[in-house]
């Protein structure tokens, strides 16, 4: 079971920081080691930047799972922004349609355990990424 | 807004990033850097980053740039107090910080910049 969760908006560079705050919480909480924890929030980094600036804003759903066997944090980044019309491009280094250096999607990805994304243009996008103990 | 402060040491100028930073902050942060390097005509920039927990790209791609911009202005920034952890991360985000110089602490970071401000005096003696 997921012992907590809670959701965040994102819609500004302090909320940035907000969901970097929240997923040290819960990546403390579960046991994550100092390298993993660093890892998850400069992923959970990333991925906020990516929703504000490409999105338009959007909400992260961070769970932090605590169940025999499975400990980590899984998070939830939507969007309602124009969606990406190419995903493999866009997980690739340098691939940038504004004035970032295209590493965000990547480099969550490296940083991830589990990675998953669902984009249609028009239409938004969801990322989900998970970093287990 | 918040401002991060900078202090100026001899030629110096040392910076010391205690809060967790939100992205205007740290633009804010190169802007003030710049107009300082040449206000107070420093040779060197020190950065200690050893209280911030993450680096992600766009903490990253400011220091790179105010390396790149100090260097312009014939200042040498040197990045110090980096955390394993962090630098583990930034790797596999892949960031390498080539432009930056790094050291692993205040002491060794300024010992770079003044070595590097000896050999300049001494090149200065030539020319007289």
Redesign the interface.
């Known amino acids: 079971m997921t012992t907590k969760s809670e959701r965040l908006d994102i819609r500004s560079s302090d909320d940035v920081v907000r969901v970097r705050q929240l997923v040290r919480t819960m990546a403390i909480a579960v046991g994550l080691s100092l390298v993993d924890q660093t890892k998850i929030i400069t992923a959970a980094s990333e991925l906020a930047r990516n929703a504000l600036d490409y999105g338009g804003g959007g909400f992260v759903l961070a769970e932090q799972v605590d169940m025999v066997g499975r400990r980590g944090v899984r998070l939830t980044f939507e969007d309602r922004g124009p969606g990406i019309a190419d995903i493999d491009a866009a997980l690739k280094d340098g691939f940038t349609t504004g004035k970032g250096m295209g590493l965000g999607l990547g480099g969550a990805r490296r940083l991830s355990n589990e990675f998953s994304i669902h984009s249609k243009p028009g239409e938004g996008t969801k990322i989900v990424i998970a970093r287990w103990k | 807004m918040d401002r991060i402060p900078i202090l100026k040491f001899g030629n110096a100028l040392l910076v010391t990033i205690q809060v967790?930073?939100?992205?205007?902050l740290a633009t804010a942060l190169e802007e003030d850097l710049t107009s300082k390097i040449v206000e107070a005509n420093a040779k060197g920039v020190l950065i200690d980053i050893s209280a911030l927990?993450?680096?992600?790209?766009?903490i990253?791609?400011m220091l790179d740039n105010i390396a790149a911009v100090s260097r312009i202005l014939d200042a040498d920034t040197v990045v110090v107090g980096m955390?394993?952890?962090?630098a583990?991360?930034l790797v596999?985000?892949?960031?390498s910080l080539t432009g930056v110089k790094t050291a692993l602490n205040v002491e060794r970071g300024m010992a770079l910049i003044q070595a590097r401000l000896r050999t300049s005096d001494l090149d200065d003696d030539d020319e007289e």
């Open positions: 967790d930073m939100h992205d205007r927990e993450i680096v992600d790209s766009f990253g791609r955390r394993p952890a962090v583990i991360t596999e985000l892949g960031l």
